[in-house]
């Protein structure tokens, strides 16, 4: 059974650094040049580093973005979302740190049906809201079978009060590149998503190498929180794994209501 759980939403936690972003689905091109989230091989160079990857530097529907002066000029109900309960079971990818779910979960969105591969957290977060930056942010990753597309919902955390849905993850987040954690204990990734009927959509991209522009992203308007002893579990462990913001270039971004 699903349960939702409701956060006081303040921020403190300070904007640092220029790092990167980790949307770790459609990655097999990426695999064989190695990239990082600054220096040479950051992400102002990522669309130099192979000719598969041009899309980082040429394409004009990049992610992540600020959102402001979104639209609702079309009805946009709450999502359709069909999750189910899955072990843990958390690998460090060396990007960030990847829960991969068992098949089954669904999310239709537009009259699309997209299956739940595996989802994923970054610090600080991908996506500003008017320009403000949370401390994390969770994305759940679909992906349409027929056509390989993505939908990914975006979850931002600020720092408050400690997260149930993340206390599950506190003793066993797996350290070091490689590394893989298991426990029979089931999670449901419904948990972390503190409202899905308020959310801003747009057209977007992989925000890692090869940063294809085939996915639409649902980013949810309300905040959920965590404590600053759960910030610095996942920062330590994953640094500044962000990717800069990038130009809307003409997008249009909607929201819900």
Known sequence: ??????????????????????????????????????????????????????????????SPIDIKNAHKDKPLGPLDLNLHETEIDLINTGHG????????????FAGVVYELQQFHFHTLSEHTIKGKRGAMELHVVFSNAGTGNLAVIGQIYDVDEENQFLAAFDQILPRHSG???????????GDGLDDTRKYFTYPGSLTTPPCSPTVTFIVLEKRATMSEEQFHLFNDIMGN????????NGRTIHRSH
């Open 97 to 108: 740190i990847q829960q991969r779910y068992k098949p089954g979960s669904t999310l239709t």
């Open 179 to 189: 590394d893989n954690t298991t426990s029979p204990t089931e999670i449901n990734v």
């Open 241 to 248: 794994n962000f990717r800069p913001l990038q130009p809307l």
């Open 1 to 62: 059974m699903r349960r939702k759980y409701t956060f006081t939403v303040w921020a403190r936690i300070g904007i640092v650094a220029v790092a990167f972003a980790c949307l770790a689905t459609a990655k097999t091109t990426a695999q064989a040049i190695e990239f990082s989230y600054s220096g040479d091989e950051g992400p102002g160079f990522w669309g130099e580093l192979d000719p598969a990857w041009t899309n980082c530097s040429e394409n004009s529907r990049q």
